[in-house]
């Protein structure tokens, strides 16, 4: 019988030796467990901190371009307008060149005419 019960030992210390290889391996697997549910929380507010800052961008970008909109149309505007005064000017100009020279040649007949300067003018 003692043969039997040396037996009963010998499985019983190593029945006890594997329950606590698998406790162990448990209690390594939880602290792996922790540690990868604390890096999924970090992550999640990462998340959340870089959306509303993806969020904020996205309005301050759509104002932006909105400005810029306004700036591109005011320019074009203004530029237009601006061509306009210079092809009025240029107008103007060719006319003034045309009255000018109709001027000199009432006021300066040419040779053999009979309308003197003076009556030319008035």
Known sequence: MSQQGAALQSYNNELVKCIEELCTRRDELHRTILQEEEEKQKL????????????????????????RNEFDKTIAETEAAYMKILESSQTLLNVLKRESQSLKEKSYPAPGGSTNRMTSLS
């Not at 507010?45 to 371009?65: F, G, H, W």
């Open 44 to 67: 999640q507010n990462d998340i959340r901190v870089l959306t509303e800052r993806l969020a904020k961008v996205n309005e301050s970008l759509a104002k932006k371009m909105a400005s």
